[in-house]
């Protein structure tokens, strides 16, 4: 039996807020440490107000550089994590070669999946941007604002389109089936 819309629509909000929210969590991990580390090798001021506005300031100015590293990270290990929930009742199920379940999955067993996955959704990306160029440039002629592409409407295009693509993509991948839990 073929699982509901719904089931899609789920798995899709599942990746996303998986992402999100570990991306965040490594970010702010990662930022705390560097803040941590700066201040250890400014060799440990005294804790003032300047302090703590100077370990703010770098806290601000590392967490962007770490959330992207951290997104990057959170990216391929969603599909590690995907095979551990279990989503309206319905559990996914990774399979090898001799077509026998690995019941748990490890990076090295889905990196195959994440490559094709990547590959779908940069080609999604290209498409859209050049679509969205070509109309633009046919409504407008004007030049397309550059500030518009920036790291957060990468993010908001990624979430959009890389969700698309891992839970529409799931029905044509031979080594993921749906079963029931």
Do not use: H
């Not at 997104?71 to 026998?100: N, P």
Request: net charge positive; charged share 15%.
């Amino acid at each position: 039996m073929k699982p509901a819309k719904k089931f899609y629509l789920t798995l899709y909000f599942f990746w996303a807020s998986w992402v999100s929210f570990s991306s965040v969590a490594l970010a702010t991990i990662l930022s705390l440490c560097s803040t941590l580390l700066t201040y250890i090798s400014k060799g440990i001021a005294p804790l003032e107000k300047q302090t703590f506005l100077a370990l703010k300031e770098v806290f601000y100015f590392s967490f962007p550089i770490s959330f992207s590293l951290s997104f990057i990270i959170m990216l391929l290990f969603v599909f590690k994590a995907v095979f551990s929930w279990k989503i309206d009742g319905r559990k996914l199920k990774l399979y090898d070669c001799q077509d026998e379940v690995i019941e748990k999955p490890l990076v090295s067993d889905v990196i195959m999946i994440w490559r094709k996955w990547l590959f779908l959704t940069v080609w999604s990306l290209l498409i859209f941007f050049l679509l969205f160029l070509g109309f633009w440039k046919l409504l407008s002629i004007q030049d397309i604002p550059m500030a518009w592409l920036n790291g957060i409407n990468i993010y908001l295009l990624i979430l959009l389109f890389g969700g698309s693509v891992f839970s529409l993509g799931i029905t044509r991948c031979k080594k993921i089936r749906i079963v029931y839990a």
